[in-house]
T-cell receptor
């Protein structure tokens, strides 16, 4: 179990630029989640995948955000035309298909700063 | 909105038990109580979860009241490394639904030497 990994760990970008983050879940996990966390707040749910299917999207996920999980393994989260309000920690989590293992395992996050 | 209420902060002496309370008065019959913690600058870490029975694992114990409207997370011998934000979350288990987690503000636990 190598854990959930995210890349990059930090990203600084100028307003209006596009950014893409990658998440590699634990290998046998079929569910993958994206959350966003701003300073001093708890994480907020953005979207989740079961295998390659995106099954739920939060209203927080505006049209500028898109997430994919093309082969049911790694996932990418893209933000187009970034705004200063997008500055946050973006967290990825995965969970097992095992009925008795419902907990989510989180990666270290990607910290985005939009200048 | 989060379905749970937690105190904003608590202090605990190193080596003593830390008891973190959580109110979830609107919990439904098929919702579980999950606890996660987040150490500074890291992703959240799963601790424990339960439905109605008390649960114990290598990290902590979870005590759920009989009416399920509140629970307490117990760290039996707190260490400085347990200093973190602790989140109590009510959620359905993922095999039925997506089990998205709705985090509140959590409790900042400070373990002091």
């Amino acid at each position: 179990d190598t854990g959930v990994s995210q890349d990059p760990r930090h990203k600084i970008t100028k307003r209006g630029q596009n950014v893409t983050f990658r998440c590699d879940p634990i290998s046998e996990h079929n569910r993958l989640y994206w959350y966003r966390q701003t300073l001093g707040q708890g994480p907020e749910f953005l979207t989740y995948f079961q295998n390659e299917a995106q099954l739920e999207k939060s209203r927080l996920l505006s049209d500028r955000f898109s997430a994919e999980r093309p082969k049911g393994s790694f996932s990418t989260l893209e933000i187009q035309r970034t705004e200063q309000g997008d500055s946050a920690m973006y967290l990825c989590a995965s969970s097992s298909p095992d009925r008795d293992r419902s907990e989510q395992y989180f990666g270290p996050g990607t910290r985005l700063t939009v200048t | 909105d989060a379905k749970t209420t937690q105190p904003p902060s608590m202090d605990c002496a190193e080596g003593r038990a830390a008891n973190l309370p959580c109110n979830h008065s609107t919990i439904s019959g098929n919702e579980y109580v999950y606890w996660y913690r987040q150490i500074h600058s890291q992703g959240p870490q799963y601790i424990i979860h339960g439905l109605k029975n008390n649960e114990t694992n290598e990290m902590a114990s979870l005590i759920i009241t009989e009416d399920r409207k509140s629970s307490t997370l117990i760290l039996p011998h707190a260490t400085l490394r347990d200093t973190a934000v602790y989140y109590c979350i009510v959620s359905l288990r993922h095999m039925e639904y997506g089990n998205k987690l709705v985090f509140g503000a959590g409790t900042i636990l400070r373990v002091k030497s």
